[in-house]
């Protein structure tokens, strides 16, 4: 039967004919979606307008407007009729008895309705009280009736909201996120509610709104097929359970997937979560804009009066090398070229990320459509970036959101894809597969002070479940992936091995530590063998910790972490062995040498600055060993105080990044007399050029003979920049590893990098009247890991109490 037929059937014989015609059309299986949704609202329209002119009986200056969703032509099977009857005020009782003859044979036929009988100007002062009101009027429709009274609303009620929209938009921001917070979110809930969730179709109906205000819009780019398919859904719910429910739940999920065709009810939920994605970051991004729009308004008037009439420059600050902040957002410098430079992404993902900053949209989508992808395996950079980025908290979470909007997580990792909003039908689970990776990272993150290695820490938490987008054990199909993926990243031989053996073993401390006897040793040796290393089960009780708090509230609790805590020493027992004594140092090379003799002969600084313009390919390949980060920088100074502070305060004033050091003294060839301290750095520019060595040298000399303000000149520059909220980082944690060496005193900093930190550090450890005779300084990601030997001025190893006094005092000083 056609839609002609149908509607036929409903001239034909009024009421009765209607509901028989609205049954056809929706059993009718050519019909479904928005044409179904379209022929329902036109069928209900003649209907409507049938018992409109049978009621009217020659009533002028009234008209049945269609509100809401009925108004929008968004009729699914069991929704509401949102009517208005509208009138002039000329002839209320006629209007009385036109009310009448419209609602009572809705109410007959057991159609849920939502009614009103109002004058224009009572539409329009019930819609200034109202939000809700309001809203519905902006999608009014005119059914039946007079026209031009129909079109005099809509005119005036787009009017008063465009007018009222800086005192509305954000009442309807506050709505919405009042609703957010009762609902949920609709991405990563199990029995979701299809139209209050955030990301549901009311707040579909919000952006419509924010549009119509001419303030601000919404991305548009699929935006609209995303409200089609959660309407699709809601149309097969209504139809598979007979009633008038948006609330999508467990048991009549199968039934809905078959409905639409689908595979199961995991591929329903999969598009569910996939709509509600893109609507609630274009929420994200369209609420960011109207708070933008509404702020400069503010303002401008007071910078217009203080800049003469003129047109205020937004300010742009740097955050990275093509990366500034403006207005509150991270965008792009104006010199930037992602077709030219394919870490772009993951350096301006970091630097927002860091600074607790939004990506801007356009920035987003300039680097979607024209960065370049990365080479295999990445760069040393774009991994230390993507690090970074895993490192940054609870920013990381809006950050990664964007990038997976415009689809460039997915090209960065394309195993990604397999776990992009997949379900997971566990109640301690809270989260999507995916959502939950992040997750986990953003846990680990605080962790990052416990273990040595971080970046192995974060790495491991992103892709610890990447193997469940595959059939059979996920922790044996995700120890493939991530050997895969972290090789591609970058990492070498070693550092793949334990970040799959994370991967591998990531469920093996909590279930052993919870179902196996602790009290057996066997039970200790099986783990231990697993397990491999000292610092593989450093990274694991971390990773182990990091997982289950990310998992839900029911998957941790201070018991199951004392278990694991008991498990872990335990193993730790077996595993520990003697400590190497003291770092092998490398015999100097016929450079280094050089410029030690050249230091000596001179009374002053050395240094040589070399600059990697192509990557070492062939020699990492064969070796094993990542690409190195940055240049190396090479300095031979005569042994003296206040060396390590004064090279770091330098470099720091000069915005070089210090992403691993090296500190100690060298053996001078037989015949040349003195001490000489090489410091083998490699350091990276925050953003910008290298500055020549001639200045640093010149820098350095003036910082060694005391007439160059470090610290002043670091405090001058960081007050001339705001302060911004970023990343609230874990507190730092110095620590004394009194039997790693009989030489010396091992002090460990674990903090997060910061400009001048080392700078503060060598500053601290020399006020404490210590000698640094070695230092082994990494930056991984945003986060430092130095360890210094330190003597008296005896040469010896400090006494306990004064290691620890050191270390209380360095704590407090960072």
């Known amino acids: 039967m056609t839609s002609t037929d149908v509607r036929k059937d409903a001239e034909d014989s009024g009421p009765s004919g209607y509901a028989a015609a609205r049954l056809r059309l929706l059993q009718e299986g050519a019909q479904s979606g928005p044409p179904r949704r379209t022929a329902l609202a036109d069928l209900t329209d003649e209907w409507l307008t049938g018992l409109f002119a049978a009621g009217a009986d020659g009533l002028r200056g009234a008209s049945l407007v269609a509100v809401g ?184 999920q199968d039934q809905v997937a078959a409905e639409l065709g689908l595979l199961d009810a995991d591929t329903l939920l999969r598009q569910v979560y996939e709509a509600a994605r893109v609507i609630s970051y274009a929420s994200d991004v369209t609420w960011r804009e109207v708070g933008r729009v509404l702020r400069s308004r503010a303002v401008r008037p007071r910078l217009r009066a203080m800049l003469g009439g003129g047109k205020p420059t937004a300010e742009r600050s740097p955050l990275a090398e093509g990366v500034v902040e403006q207005e509150g957002e991270v965008v792009l410098a104006r010199a930037a070229r992602p077709e030219r430079d394919p870490v772009l992404p993951l350096r301006a993902a970091a630097a927002a990320a860091q600074a607790g900053l939004p990506l801007s949209l356009h920035a987003v989508r300039r680097m979607a459509a024209t960065a370049r992808p990365l ?15 895993l490192g940054s908290g609870r920013p990381t979470v809006d950050v990664w959101e964007a990038l997976e909007a415009e689809r460039l997580i997915t090209r960065l990792l394309p195993d990604w894809e397999r776990v992009r909003c997949r379900p997971q039908r566990n109640a301690v689970h809270i989260w999507t597969v995916d959502r939950h990776l992040i997750e986990t990272a953003v846990r680990a993150s605080e962790f990052t002070r416990r273990v040595s290695r971080p970046d192995l820490l974060l790495v491991a938490a992103l892709l610890h479940d990447i193997g469940k987008g595959w059939p059979g054990d996920h922790s044996v199909a995700g120890e493939i992936i991530a050997k895969d993926v972290a090789a591609r990243i970058g990492f070498d031989r070693h550092d793949v091995t334990v970040i799959a053996t994370l991967v591998r073993h990531h469920l093996l401390l909590i279930e052993t530590a919870t179902r196996r006897d602790l009290e057996d040793p066997a039970t200790v040796r099986s783990v231990a063998e697993a397990v491999g290393s000292q610092g593989t089960l450093e990274l694991l009780h971390a990773l182990t910790e990091a997982d289950a708090l990310a998992t839900g509230p029911a998957a941790w609790s201070s018991w199951r972490g004392s278990l694991v805590a008991d498990l872990v020493k335990r193993v730790s027992a077996v595993l520990s062995g003697d400590a190497p004594d003291e770092p092998e140092e490398a015999a100097p090379t016929a450079e280094q040498e050089r410029l030690a003799i050249e230091a000596v002969a001179t009374g002053g600084p050395v240094l040589a600055l070399r600059a990697q313009t192509e990557p070492v390919q062939g020699a990492a390949e064969e ?76 820098d350095l000399v003036r910082a060694l003979d005391g007439s160059l303000d470090i610290a002043g000149r670091l405090a001058e520059r960081d007050a001339a920049y705001p302060r911004r909220r970023g990343v609230v980082a874990p507190p730092p944690r110095v620590t004394v590893h009194p039997a790693a060496s009989r030489l010396a005193t091992v002090i460990e900093v674990r903090a997060q990098d910061a400009p001048g930190l080392l700078f503060r550090i060598g500053r601290a450890l020399e006020d404490a009247s210590v000698q640094v005779r070695s230092a082994h300084v990494s930056t991984l990601g945003s986060n430092a890991v130095d360890a210094f030997y330190v003597t008296n001025h005896m040469g010896a190893p400090l006494p306990g109490e004064e290691a620890a006094s050191v270390a209380r005092k360095l704590e407090e000083t960072l």
């Open 375 to 389: 080479p295999t395996p990445w760069p040393a950079e774009a991994r230390e970036q993507l690090v970074t980025l």
């Open 69 to 252: 969703g009925y108004g929008r032509g968004e009729l699914s099977p069991r929704s509401d009729l949102d009517l208005l009857l509208l009138h002039d005020g000329s002839d209320n009782k006629a209007v009385a008895a036109l009310a009448d003859r419209l609602w009572y044979p809705v109410w007959d036929l057991g159609l849920a309705l939502d009614h009103s009988v109002r004058t224009p100007a009572e539409a329009r002062k019930t819609a200034g009280e109202d939000l809700k009101v309001q809203l519905g009027l902006l999608d009014a429709r005119h059914i039946a009736g007079d026209l031009g009274l129909t079109a005099g609303l809509r005119t005036a009620v787009l009017a008063d909201w465009r007018n009222q929209a800086p005192k509305r938009l954000p009442e309807l921001q506050e709505m919405c996120a009042e609703r957010a917070e009762r609902q949920g979110e609709l991405q990563y809930l199990l029995e979701p509610d299809l139209k209050e969730a955030r990301g549901g179709l009311r707040d579909a109906t919000a952006l419509r709104a924010v549009a119509a205000s001419w303030l601000a819009d919404a991305p548009r780019e699929g935006l609209a097929d995303a409200r089609r398919r959660l309407l699709d859904v809601r149309d097969a719910l209504h139809l598979t359970t007979g009633r008038a429910t948006d609330r999508l739940a467990l048991q009549e």
């Open 623 to 698: 070796s094993g060993d990542p690409e190195p980060l940055g240049v190396e920088l090479l300095i031979a100074v005569p042994d003296q105080q206040r060396v390590l502070p004064a090279v770091a305060g330098v470099l720091a004033m000069h915005r070089l990044t210090v992403r691993t050091a090296e500190l100690r003294t060298l053996d001078l060839p037989d015949g040349v007399e003195g001490s000489v301290l090489l410091l083998d750095w490699r350091v990276a520019a925050e953003y910008g050029s290298l500055p020549q060595a001639a200045r640093l040298r010149a």
